[in-house]
């Protein structure tokens, strides 16, 4: 089925005349109705010459008759390739000419000959002489000519890039798209192929089942390092989630729908388990991830120049293209082995830029990085921990962090935000993926400790052993022969180039990130000392204070490892009423505090939580003196300063707003009210709220606000499928506590002095407001 076009060509200010038109549209009428002509090469060939002069075909029409009477299964095909390269030069300068005008869309920029092409019948007839050798009855199936394949390709790919609709169509053909897949086994093939499949997953509508691929495993070990680096950027698109990188921004109503509606594992879910099921693909994969990469002096200069590097044919397949002549060139020269050896003695690849290498394997690192990262939020986390724990992954990344992965060249590129699908540098889309997988690994897990080495494990002990507290269960667990190597772990790597990034570089909303996941979970004071003792809270508070930084996003992320750094080490606070030791320093970290409190809810939870411990500690000298002395504690320690925050943090957010990022806000604000409960002072926090709502002139409008939000609370947490480990695990406030104090805030109207509808007045009344589940 040729693409649905109109009856006229995209290009701009054409116009057929009448006699051309009535070809066109007798062609395009039968292809909609299927009566008539089944492709419009069937017209009489004088004909279409005749026409083909006033029309601008350039003789394509007649071309692809020619090219549909040479190409029935039994022919040599020797006259069938001659034509294909004709329709090729017509086709591919227009590809060119597309991807090097900035990527304009198809609406501002479309070209006749590949329209013409395909309105004749062309992309079917190339996807019809591909597939032909599938429908042979013979045992030994024909086999089609490796050149005419690859020319078969190039040609649907030009298409593609030029004429709108075309990659749509092939996309909704299963059997074509699944009969490439088997395309891949030829190396010969294997470059076009690829490309032909990424564009068309791209637009695909309903992601494709993994375990429809013929011999998806047999595939996947036949490939050399090379083409599984390049398989993954394929992989990518069948493992994710839809929308993956705006997860946070989309409402827990609408999420909770969704998970109703689809209770059973999702496509992406179930491509995960068939990729881990592949003997060896994690294993290969932590070997490309940690693969050396000699560096030339030059290639650091190269990776700058690509700051541009979208403006012209995407670059991976530009040196896919240098790769691949290496790697033909080889095999002319009959060298032994067709892996990775081959690439690397390949007389061609000698020649090639030392940089040009280094980018290239950066750019399909970024792809192996980014199917790793995927893995590692799915269903099966725990064995992908599992493997890449024994593959060493850890260590090999730590290896190549100097010369490699953060090798410091300061810049003036404008890095992009918190979007990992940015159209960034190679060195650039590396760098957030290597931070990316990071974060993912160390998040709530026992593996954190791989990102340090035996010495820093041994500091560690040190700590809790002098803090006179047990290890940790997960630090005594850690095998030390799966940790770095070398003089330094991962984790201090990373926290030496966090120092010295520039003050508006996005790369620190990634690192901080990185470093807040490892102390996420149970609270340690032996994690937090580790980094503390690296200067971390000071450079934490001179971003947030004297830096000047204005990103909201690299703020945020500063507020949550601040928070993570502190919570109830006492040490940190003194450390931080230290540096921050005058009242200009201190109204700036408050201003910072107050301009954004979505943005920094969860340092305002952090401090009131060690507010409550440190208060229970009263026989403590330390904090004692660290409690009379720190301006911040003393600032929270005021009632009415908590009750302005839990004003706010329950009149900023509603269950239609609800989002992953500012659910946080409604969790700091029972806190707040836990923590009053436990001190019998609920009602008077309650009482407040009334007052507030009176002296703002909104009755009834805050609590009943508050009360909406904490039944769809209950509705969430208390979900069987729902993990509430990490609300426990962050405030050391059992969970049911938690249920408790939601329960007792929700009772009926009554003699409750703790319930929400005691204190709002019967006409403000509206506690029976259905929740938008669906």
Not at 46 to 75: C, F, M
């Amino acid at each position: 089925m040729a693409t649905q076009l109109g009856s006229e060509s995209p290009c701009k200010g054409a116009r057929r005349k009448s006699r051309n038109g009535n070809i066109i549209t007798n062609v395009r009428q039968s292809q909609i109705t299927g009566r008539g002509f089944s492709r419009g090469t069937q017209l009489p060939e004088t004909l279409l010459q005749e026409r083909d002069k006033q029309a601008k075909w350039h003789g394509i029409p007649v071309l692809l008759q020619h090219l549909y009477e040479s190409s029935h299964l039994n022919s040599d095909f020797t006259h069938t390739r001659t034509v294909l390269k004709e329709l090729s030069s017509l086709l591919s300068m227009e590809a060119m000419s597309f991807v090097t005008e900035d990527r304009k869309t198809v609406q501002e920029s479309s070209f006749p000959n590949t329209y013409t092409f395909d309105l004749f019948g062309g992309v079917d007839l190339l996807v019809e002489i591909l597939m032909r050798p599938t429908l042979s009855t013979l045992k030994k199936k024909p086999k089609m000519n490796d050149d005419l394949v690859k020319d078969c390709l190039s040609v649907l790919y030009n298409c593609c890039i030029c004429t709108e609709g075309v990659t749509k169509s092939l996309a909704a053909r299963d059997d074509f798209v699944l009969f490439l897949f088997t395309l891949m086994t030829n190396r010969k093939t294997f470059l076009q192929t690829a490309t032909l499949i990424e564009d068309i997953l791209g637009v695909k509508k309903e992601m494709i089942q993994l375990e429809d691929i013929p011999n998806l495993c047999g595939l996947v070990q036949s490939f050399d390092q090379q083409q599984l680096a390049n398989f993954c950027r394929i992989l990518s698109v069948t493992i994710s989630e839809p929308d993956l990188g705006n997860d946070d921004k989309h409402t827990l109503l609408a999420k909770n729908a969704q998970q109703k509606r689809n209770s059973s594992p999702s496509r992406a879910e179930m491509n995960q388990v068939t990729l881990l099921n592949i003997p060896g693909f994690i294993e290969r994969l932590c070997k490309l991830a940690t693969r050396k990469v000699s560096e030339a002096p030059g290639a650091s200069s190269f990776l700058q120049e690509l700051e541009d590097w979208y403006s012209w044919l995407d670059n991976v397949v530009v040196l896919d293209a240098f790769m691949l002549m290496a790697t033909d060139e080889a095999e002319l020269s009959s060298t032994e082995s067709s892996d990775e050896g081959s690439l690397a003695t390949s007389p061609l690849r000698h020649r090639l830029p030392q940089s040009m290498k280094t980018v290239h394997e950066i750019m399909y690192k970024v792809e192996v990085l980014y199917v790793l990262c995927v893995l590692l939020m799915g269903r099966q986390r725990n064995m992908v921990h599992k493997m890449l724990a024994e593959f060493r992954l850890i260590p090999g990344l730590n290896n190549l962090f100097d010369k490699l992965i953060w090798k410091y060249t300061p810049t003036n590129h404008v890095v992009h935000g918190q979007n990992e699908n940015c159209d960034c540098s190679p060195e650039i889309s590396f760098k957030i993926q290597f931070l990316r997988l990071l974060q993912s690994f160390s998040d709530h897990h026992e593996n954190k400790y791989l990102l340090l080495n035996s010495q820093e494990l041994n500091e560690l002990s040190a700590i809790s052993l002098k803090a006179n507290i047990p290890e940790v269960e997960a630090l005594v667990n850690t095998d030390r022969s799966l940790v770095c190597d070398g003089k330094k772990g991962l984790l201090t790597r990373l926290l030496t180039v966090m120092k010295r990034e520039p003050p508006d570089s996005s790369f620190r909303f990634w690192q901080a990130r990185a470093v807040e996941s490892f102390l996420r979970g149970a609270t340690s004071y032996a994690d937090q000392m580790f980094l503390l003792r690296r200067g971390l809270l000071e450079h934490i508070l001179f971003c947030i204070i004297d830096s000047g930084c204005k990103s909201r996003d690299v703020l945020q992320s500063y507020f949550d490892l601040l928070g993570e750094l502190m919570k109830f080490n006492i040490d940190a606070f003194k450390r931080f009423n230290n540096y921050v030791n005058t009242e200009e320093k201190f109204q700036m970290f408050l201003t910072q505090i107050n301009s954004s409190l979505v943005d920094s809810n969860m340092l305002v939870r952090c401090i009131v939580l060690s507010l409550d411990r440190f208060e229970s500690q009263t026989g403590d000298v330390k904090v004692v003196e660290v409690l009379s002395e720190c301006a911040l504690l003393s600032y929270m320690a005021r009632v009415e300063n908590r009750l302005s925050f839990l004003f706010r943090l329950v009149n900023i957010i509603n269950v239609q707003t609800l989002t992953q990022e500012n659910v946080s806000c409604l969790n700091t604000s029972l806190v707040i009210l836990m923590l009053a409960r436990r001190r019998a002072k609920l009602p008077f926090y309650l009482s407040a709220l009334r007052e507030k709502e009176y002296a703002e002139k909104y009755p009834g409008c805050l609590l009943n606000n508050f009360h909406h939000l904490l039944r769809f609370w209950q509705h969430h947490y208390l979900n069987k499928d729902k993990d509430s480990t990490c609300l426990e695990n962050s405030s050391c406030i059992p969970f049911s506590f938690w249920k408790e104090t939601v329960s007792v805030l929700l009772e009926q109207v009554g003699t409750s002095p703790c319930a929400i509808a005691s204190y709002i007045d019967e006409p403000y009344m509206d506690l029976e407001q259905e929740l938008l589940e669906d």
